[in-house]
């Protein structure tokens, strides 16, 4: 096979159908399978040749297979890195992180419990690490630097 034959110079594209169409078996081959009969001297001649034809023909599928197997191992290993890049683009334009701080201190201020009207008794507790100043805290740097300003919430 001649470098770069049938390639596309634009992308490397290996067409994927051998450049010639293969013929099926011919009835005579079909019988010589069936049995265990010798070729005639004729026949024998034509099938050393096609021995020569179709190990060219194999040889040149199994390159381009090999070429596609590259072709497609380069393709995931862009298309995961692409993946990366667009997961990171998506979470830098989170909404929430445009959040002003003002705003997202009145947000924590409604999560946290309620001191008003509770009953002495009461189980409010801000010192439970399952509370709502606690939790927000560990969410991110930000948001503890957050609540760790805002003594409203404790």
Do not use: Y
Request: charged letters at 25%.
């Amino acid at each position: 096979m001649a470098p770069n034959a049938g390639v596309c110079p634009t992308c490397g594209f290996l067409p994927l159908q051998p450049d010639e169409p293969q013929s099926e078996r011919t009835p005579r081959v079909e019988e010589l399978l069936r049995c265990n009969h010798p070729p005639l001297d004729v026949e024998t001649l034509d099938l050393r040749r096609a021995v020569h034809k179709f190990t060219g023909i194999v040889t040149e599928l199994d390159e381009k297979i090999v070429k596609a197997k590259e072709m497609l191992h380069h393709l995931s290993l862009a298309r995961e890195n692409a993946g990366c890049r667009l997961n990171d683009a998506k979470q830098l334009l989170h909404p929430l992180r445009s959040i002003p701080d003002d705003i997202l201190g009145v947000i924590f201020q409604h999560s946290a419990p309620s001191w008003e009207g509770s009953a002495p008794e009461s189980v409010l507790d801000s010192l439970s690490p399952r509370g709502a100043p606690w939790l927000l805290s560990h969410v991110c740097r930000r948001w503890r630097n957050l609540v760790l300003s805002s003594p409203n919430l404790w």
